[in-house]
């Protein structure tokens, strides 16, 4: 069958191009003579072999100076084998058709040098690794590297010793505006969990029902710009407590938490697991409250690409996004948590037990009050970095007084949160993609209408904006 | 000679055993601490396939000491180059010396990890971050020890190559360095112990492979026992080091 002329009528398809050159019957001029040498063009699969084709009949027209008659007397007489031999000898074929290939359409790099932070929202990044996720995509050699804490992925992504980075959702948007950061502008295509965080406090704390019994605790967060100390600063303010002036919020590297909270140096923190879990399962913390239960499907973690690697390397950028966006598809579905627990507990991704991990993936953990609860939604993964989460980090980030001025929201949150990117590799994978990138999200019973961003900000009492 | 050669051994080994005892009795008493068991079942994990290589984040521990016992040495050795010219130079010349000697104080009083987030603001590369805190480590003590090292050596062994003419590099080199040897030697081991002490928090900081990316990585896990194998390993690259720096002394040592 021919694909060119039985389902297309579109003449430049028809033209002479793809028909295999080494043919005497074929003409590569005529689409008339389709009909004729219909059985001799070959359906041409894959790109590969059309670009092989291609550059073939390049080469034999050049040859024969377009002089479409003597190439088929030529071929009648010696016959397609010796022609291809002869012609290979006197013009390197391979080579040219193997440059061919690398032109458009080819990635740029392939082994590509990912940062990640241990903890479970890094779930997809990590997993791709050993699941060959990039791999899938052509990125073989990809490796993905541990840094010890946000401060130093930030300097790594900036100083471009890594491609691409796990990051907070907050954080590209800062470094953008250059917030706690040299400015530099980031993209990022895909968030890769929802919810997965918790207020853990520590034992001695298990009186403690809300905010206001937490007067003069000590609080550590991951990051300044991390939902970790928007949502905790948000869950005190909305129960009356002034985030800023009636309790201390530190910032402490996840893997420190546990540690400062066996030594009462905190006594709680608002932390990506397994640290909330872990707390538990080392006897000294119990799970206050899961940030579900703040904002149900909040984002968290990303994936994040400084806007010069994604120009830079626009192929590779988008190969590495499908394996995200893949990898984090594959993470949303709860009959393979066990088996990505298994695959990124040991020491070269989280070094954590592997029972920990499971107990956070799964959803089905004790809660350090003698229970044990089944929350299979406890962490969830969905890449779509809506622009309206974008909108609401940056309204509590002025709230806060980390960026102080007129901030053009929407302009920065569309900017930064690639949704269309995002949705063109989930619509490539056959997942629904949502048809609007702005949604109202409901905050502790509150509604954020991403459209008035300036009015909800007036809302808050507690506010140092 | 060889009982008094005796006993000290015996001390000496008496010693590690109260050591061993005493850890484990605390490590009954102080549940979170582990115990020297523990500890040696680790030991016997990681040393019983030093080499071994599961990905970017995971290799076996000789591995890691060979990173850091690498970039010790870049640094060091370009810091103690640097260090042993100036140092000469300063010697050479009283006036300059008195005037350079109070900011070289100041400088070796400075943490080389204090310079660490201006290193890697400016040099924008977590390994030649590394580098440098360690070159940071090796300058001071070897520059301070070389400056007066040259500048005590006896008045008559310059005063006889000055009148035997010889060529200012010959002297440099037959005469000064020789001379000063000993106080030098003295100032690198200095040195060395520094800048041995600076990387492991460097590389445990910059997120760099070497023996302070393990104790970090296991930190994570909070797994204690690979805590204190570490320390137990950094401990002992840190003695083999030095007795490299012992032999070097004797060689180098004169009577005048």
Known sequence: MCINCKTDNDLSKCSSGLRDAYDPKVSLEHCSSMNTGHDHVAALETQESVIDRVVENAVIKAIFGGNDVSRRNFMKLVGASTAMSVLSSIFPMDAAKAWAKEAPGSLEKKDLKIGFIPITCATPII??????????YGLSGTKVVKAAGWAMIRDWAVSKQVD???????????????????????????????????ITLHVKHKAVKEPKDMRGFTFSVPFDYSMHNMLLRYYLAEGGVDPDKEVKIRVLPPPEMVANLKAENVDGYLSPDPFNQRAVYEGVGFIFKLTRDLWPGHPCCAFAASKDFATEMPNSFKAVLMAIVDATFYSHDPANRKEISKAIAPRNYLNQPEEVVEQVLTGSFP????NMRNEPDRIDFNPFPWNSMAV?????????????????????????????????????????????????????????????????????????? | MNSTNKSWVTLSLLLLVIFIASWQLISMVLKNLPGPMPVAKTAYFFLSDPFYDNGPNDKGIGILALYSIGRLSVGFIAGSFVAIVLGVILGL?????????????????????AWMPLLLYSVQNSNATALLVVFMASVWPTLANTAFGV??????????SNILQIHP???????????????????????????????VPAEALLGSLGLGYFVWNEWNNLSLTSVIFAILIIGLVGVLIDQLFNALARRLAYVD
């Open chain 2, 151 to 160: 500048s005590n050596i006896k008045r008559d062994y310059i005063s006889v």
């Open chain 1, 127 to 136: 997993m791709a690794d050993p699941m060959k996720m990039y791999e899938k």
């Open chain 1, 164 to 198: 691409c980075a796990h990051m907070l959702s907050p954080m590209p948007l800062a470094i953008t505006m250059g917030v706690g950061s040299t400015a530099m502008p980031f993209y990022m295509p895909a968030i890769e969990n929802i919810n997965g965080q918790a």
């Open chain 1, 392 to 465: 609401w980090i940056l309204t509590q980030m002025k709230r806060w007084g980390y960026v102080k001025g007129d901030v053009d929201y929407k302009k920065i949150a569309e900017e930064v949160f690639l949704a269309s990117e995002c949705g063109e590799a989930m619509k490539k994978l056959g997942y629904p993609v949502p048809t609007t990138t702005y949604e109202k999200h409901v905050i502790m019973g509150k509604t954020f209408d991403p459209d008035k961003p300036e009015e909800y900000l007036k809302s808050f009492t507690i506010s140092r904006s």
């Open chain 1, 367 to 370: 809660d350090g009050l003698g």
């Open chain 2, 93 to 113: 010349n009283q006036t300059l010396y008195k005037a350079v000697n109070p900011y070289i104080q100041v400088l070796r009083a400075i943490s080389p990890i």
């Open chain 2, 169 to 199: 590099v010959s002297k440099v080199f037959r005469v000064i360095l020789p001379g000063a040897g000993p106080t030098i030697v003295a100032g690198l081991r200095i040195s060395m112990g520094s800048a041995w002490v600076a990387i």
